[in-house]
């Protein structure tokens, strides 16, 4: 037997231990090994009887023997707390994964955190701890072993993407905060062994003392411009015309500012979607498809290219929208046709087809031209109005186009945060000093409750609760007042069916919403929320070589030019804010960009009133989970209000309301209220001129300009439980 190796799986201090760990046994010279020395190896009343020789070797196996004891119990109650740790580690993890319906969640979020926290801690005190044990290195790769396992079954037990469920979120959070603070703490500790004691001292002090003023200071910059907008204008703080503004409650210091760009799903890849090459698709104006497949090896294969004609979803039931089941239904009604020549498609409502060659070699194509009996239909509503001005002996003028820019989970912080180069391009539209497009920011909008379902039925329907009857939405009064309709979303969801429970899609003119539910984007079997697939996703989302928003703002574009001579409505909803990393977000910035500067070129903005807004902030991720500024931010949603030159020309008072409302505390309830009145013709024919009633046609909308600045949560309708500011 090799008289070297050590049976016990604790290897003391020998050859093979560490060098740092022999370092510092070589130093330990305690006041207990001097008594020892005074008794065993001194002149006391007994050693004088014993030779010196044996008097040596007795005192020094006594001095070993008494080191080895003391060395061993150490040890042992160390691997006996880093088993506790472990024990601990698991049991707040397990936890940190109690779940129930969204309200539970959101009662109990903080208990969450707290225990997912908790649990981070047990196991970097457990894994630091097996790195300064003096162990084998083999026990100590057991050791980290079972750690890993342990992890393994907690992820195995609870992988749900729900909020009953929600394993798979929990995770990505614990590894977010366990991976770099394990990271940084072996960093410390290998320049702990490779440093002289006084050399490390001093790195350690200046590192310490530098990371804190470089943070101190990051974190008063970030602060302070946490309130500021566009072009200037920024949160006010104290009075307006006399009256107490409210402010946004807590400690609102924005940690989440420190973190650089992508940091937080870096490992995931990049954040752009592959190019799709190998295939030349278009469809013409006239309804010519022409495909061209560029791969040599596909076209000596024998086979031909395809298409499938995606259906038109606008005139199902509402029965046939449900979440889970709307995706299946439009992959069953996919035409399926082969490819020969060019081909001629111009069939009613279809404005979205999928060009194939070889598997993973498509692109989607969109086309988007006037429909006759919509124009017929709006004429006729424009000759009524026409004959109504024409006995009141007034000019009627064209009525302003409206859109309606929604970003789901935005805050107005992190709009330009992620969206940087979108936020210039925006500063950059407003042109108020030289009598164009005028940009309007709110920096009180506030959300009246915790997710999409309140916010957004009261922007669309005024009412935050799900009645029955439905409420009908605010196209409907687009729709019946001569109105171009058009709606389009990057997620599989059809708004009014979701959380009305009725169809509204007859209100639309044009809706393009098939592309967005098909796969691999949309998963046709299993969960589609996934964290890594899907439009709930921490990675780009991509749909046959391009990001989903992309096909949305192109179908945008499209409706615009298709109705160039009529008042139109328009709305685009998007997705790309909705998840806990907030990264992905980035990846619409150059194309929202893009798109914004694109309707200052087409002349777009001389005529159109664009919202740009979100319905809450983000609701997931670290920001939100353990910082007051996360639950600020998700109260203070995203608005702005581009207004035209010829709606301010002739009515003013609409700039004064904007200007005076900026720093209010508004909601959903006004944004509602001003759709409302931009679609119910109560505007004034001749403009403020004919403003005979003292401006009631624009109260409790956001161009009032008699709104109480100070007015307080319960006046806004804003529940107690999620007010932020206060006055």
């Not at 870096?266 to 497949?293: M, N, Q, Y």
């Not at 709307?326 to 992959?331: F, G, L, Q, T």
């Not at 939405?473 to 019946?480: A, L």
């Not at 909803?573 to 087409?602: P, Q, R």
Request: charged content about 20%; overall charge negative.
């Amino acid at each position: 037997m090799d008289g070297s190796r050590n049976p016990s799986p604790l290897n003391y201090p020998t050859s093979s231990t560490t060098s740092w760990r022999g370092h510092h046994n070589k130093q330990d010279d305690s006041p207990i090994d001097h008594e020892e020395d005074r008794i065993h190896g001194g002149d006391s009343s007994s050693s004088f009887l014993l030779p010196r020789s044996m008097k040596d070797g007795l005192s020094g196996l006594s001095r070993s023997n008494s080191k080895n004891v003391n060395h061993r119990t150490v040890v042992s109650i160390r691997i006996l707390v880093i088993l506790i740790l472990f024990s601990l580690f698991s049991w707040f993890y397990l936890q940190s994964l109690a779940g129930g319906d969204i309200e539970w969640v959101k009662d109990h979020l903080s208990m969450l955190g707290t225990n997912l926290v908790l649990s981070v801690l047990c196991l970097t005190i457990a894994l630091t701890m097996i790195v300064l044990t003096p162990m084998s290195t083999r026990f100590a790769i057991c050791l980290c072993g079972g750690a890993a396992a342990i992890l393994f079954a907690l992820k195995t037990w609870d992988n749900g993407e729900s909020f009953e469920q929600h394993g798979a979120y929990n995770f990505l959070v614990f590894m977010v905060i366990t991976v770099p603070l394990n990271g940084l703490i072996q960093s410390i500790m290998l320049c702990h062994r490779k440093m002289r004691p006084s050399k490390f001292r001093r790195f350690m002090t200046l590192s310490v003392a530098g990371t804190t003023l470089t943070t101190t200071l990051l974190l008063m910059y970030y602060h302070s411009i946490w309130g500021t907008g566009a072009n200037g204008a920024h949160l006010m703080h104290g009075a307006l015309a006399g009256t107490q503004l409210c402010e946004w409650s807590g400690f609102n210091v924005p940690f989440v500012d420190l973190l650089p760009n992508y940091i937080q799903n870096f490992w995931t890849g990049r954040l752009s979607c592959p190019a799709v090459t190998g295939i030349e698709a278009e469809w013409s104006h006239d309804g010519i498809l022409t495909i061209h497949c560029l791969n040599e090896a596909f076209k000596q294969s024998g086979h031909q290219p395809t298409y499938h004609i995606l259906p038109d979803t606008r005139p199902w039931p509402a029965s046939e929208k449900v979440l889970h089941t709307y995706n299946k239904k439009i992959v069953e009604r996919i035409k399926k046709m082969n490819y020969n020549e060019p081909v001629f498609i111009n069939e009613e409502g279809v404005e979205s087809i999928v060009a194939n060659c070889e598997e993973n070699v498509s692109k989607v194509l969109i086309r988007v031209t006037p429909d006759p009996s919509v124009l017929d239909r709006v004429k006729a509503v424009e000759k009524a109005r026409q004959e109504k001005a024409d006995t009141a002996n007034v000019k009627p003028s064209r009525k302003p186009n409206v859109m309606v820019l929604f970003m789901d989970a935005v805050s107005r912080r992190q709009f330009y945060r992620k969206l940087a180069n979108t936020a210039a391009v925006v500063a950059s539209l407003d042109k108020s000093a030289q009598g164009g497009p005028q940009l309007h920011e709110f920096f009180r909008y506030h959300a009246i409750g915790f997710n999409t379902d309140p916010n957004s039925r009261v922007v669309y329907t005024n009412h935050s609760d799900r009645l029955e009857p439905a409420a009908l939405p605010i196209w409907k009064d687009f729709y019946e007042a001569g109105y171009i309709t058009s709606r389009v979303e990057d997620n599989c969801e059809d708004w009014s069916a979701q959380y009305t429970g009725i169809a509204t899609s007859q209100y639309f003119d044009h809706e393009l919403q098939a592309p967005f539910c098909l796969p691999p984007y949309y998963a046709l079997e299993g969960n589609p929320f996934s964290n890594f697939e899907g439009p709930y996703s921490i990675v780009s989302r991509c749909l046959h070589g391009t990001n989903v928003h992309n096909h949305a703002l192109e179908y945008m574009n499209q409706f615009r030019r298709a109705y160039p001579d009529q008042p139109w409505f328009q709305m685009g909803s998007f997705i790309e804010g909705h998840e806990g990393t907030g990264e992905v977000l980035l990846t619409m910035d150059n194309d929202l960009a893009k798109f914004m500067k694109g309707m200052e070129e087409d002349g777009t903005l001389e005529n159109t009133i664009i919202f740009m807004m979100a319905d809450h902030g983000l609701h997931m991720g670290i920001n939100f989970m353990f910082t007051p500024n996360g639950r600020i931010e998700h109260m203070n949603p995203y608005l702005s209000v581009f207004l035209p030159p010829l709606v301010t020309k002739n009515f003013p008072s609409l700039t004064q309301g904007l200007k005076h409302n900026q720093q209010s505390l508004v909601t959903g309830y006004e944004i509602h209220a001003t759709l409302k009145m931009l679609a119910s013709g109560v505007m004034p024919e001749n403009g403020d001129k004919d403003d005979v009633d003292g401006g009631a046609w624009r109260r409790g909308t956001l161009f009032d300009e008699k709104l109480n600045p100070s007015r307080t949560c319960e006046e806004a309708q804003i529940p107690e439980e999620y007010c932020r500011c206060r006055v």
